[in-house]
């Protein structure tokens, strides 16, 4: 291994676990290897436990991403299985750890392993921290104490959204580096709409918008129904990902200005294989979210060169260009209406997937890659 290619640890959730968390961390293990490094993702043998958790399952069926070395080690809520990870991290000599971060829950377990593999090393390692979220969504007592032990054990930090990195500076006064989301090419090439709509059983014709991904209260699912009520009837939305909420207070706003006819459900997790029929069936993607960091979403989006509509709240200004690559509305129904309805009846389409494929190139996975591995060379958050 020469002196510029590095042995590399990332420390998190990733095959056979679910979600954005783990599929992005197997990207980015993929474009370290495309760099020349060696990679190792030391991912959880217990993520959450049944009480954090609200979904049906925490795995995935999907195959194991190809020429990725995995080891399933770390449970989250046993301190000696806490010393064990450590203590083999330690014995892989990485030259760098990578340790993404995303809910308080996790501070002890991560930072507790990182302190134990850094004392059991037999050479210095640098430990950056790869952070979705330092502050969640959803908050719960311990957060920020948590947050604040996990933030002790790390060295330096990169952000994918300022406002992550506003943040972590209440909990330390080390580096902190700002790199966008990158944009997510793991769910291969862009379908004809029309066999996709076929597949799907939607409507050959009618303009579609797509909400995608877990359904939950800060997610602002109900705010885009609200807002079918005052576009017009042609116009039909698509939602599809698991509900994480009580779905009855969402049918109750579907009844309530009967949209039955208009909303299209599919309420269980979607696989990799099939992300590529729902966003090459719509026409925009509408994320309506109350609150916000990064959004994985937004990548995918741009991956299959959908225009969005995004609220106005955390990262999410950062990703589109309103005007150029979408919307950015206050979140709010009359808003999000209004950006739908201008999309649609001002033929927006052609104009704005030109502005999504250029601005798609300002998110890289080598920019990443760099972000991470050179401290010197950063963009402050």
């Not at 066999?195 to 109900?222: N, T």
């Not at 739908?340 to 080598?366: A, C, H, L, P």
Request: glycine share 6%.
């Amino acid at each position: 291994m020469s002196s510029s290619q590095k042995k590399i640890v990332i420390l998190s959730p990733a095959h056979p676990l679910r979600g954005g968390i783990a599929a992005s961390s197997e990207r980015l293990a993929q474009a370290l290897q495309e760099a020349g490094h060696e990679v190792v993702i030391y991912s959880f043998s217990l993520q959450y436990p049944a009480f954090l958790f609200p979904g049906k399952t925490q795995l995935t069926d999907d195959p194991a991403p190809e020429g990725l070395v995995i080891k399933t080690r770390l449970n989250s809520i046993n301190p000696f299985n806490w010393i064990r990870t450590g203590w083999q991290i330690a014995r892989e000599q990485p030259d760098h750890i990578i340790v993404r971060f995303w809910l308080p829950f996790m501070g002890p377990s991560l930072g507790t392993t990182l302190r134990i593999a850094r004392w059991f090393s037999a050479k210095k390692m640098q430990i950056t921290a790869l952070v979705d979220n330092i502050i969640p969504h959803e908050k719960r007592p311990g957060d920020r104490i948590f947050a604040r032990w996990f933030v002790g054990a790390c060295d330096d930090f990169v952000v994918m959204s300022k406002s992550v990195g506003a943040e972590i500076r209440q909990f330390t006064r080390k580096e902190v580096r700002f790199s966008p989301h990158p944009v997510y090419d793991t769910y291969g090439a862009p379908v004809d709409a029309q066999e996709a709509r076929q597949l799907l059983k939607l409507p050959a014709k009618a303009p579609l918008v797509l909400f995608f991904g877990f359904i939950r209260k800060y997610k602002g699912l109900d705010l885009l129904l609200e807002a079918l009520q005052h576009t017009p009837p042609h116009i039909h939305a698509v939602v599809a990902g698991e509900c994480y909420e009580d779905w009855s207070f969402y049918q109750e706003i579907i009844d309530k200005h009967h949209l039955d006819d208009r909303v299209h459900i599919y309420h269980d997790f979607i696989p990799a294989e099939l992300v590529k029929w729902y966003f090459s069936a719509a026409n925009l993607v509408v994320q309506p979210y109350r609150t916000a960091t990064q959004s994985g979403i937004s990548q995918i989006a741009y991956h299959f060169e959908k225009p969005m509509v995004v609220t106005n709240v955390g990262g999410l200004p950062e990703i589109v260009t309103h005007g150029v690559s979408g919307y950015v509305v206050p979140p709010e129904p009359e808003a999000l209406a209004a950006a739908i309805q201008d999309y649609f009846e001002g033929n927006r389409q052609n104009t704005m997937v030109e502005g999504v494929k250029t601005e798609k190139k300002r998110f890289s996975w080598e920019a990443l890659v760099e972000k991470l591995l050179h401290p010197d060379n950063h963009s402050p958050a």
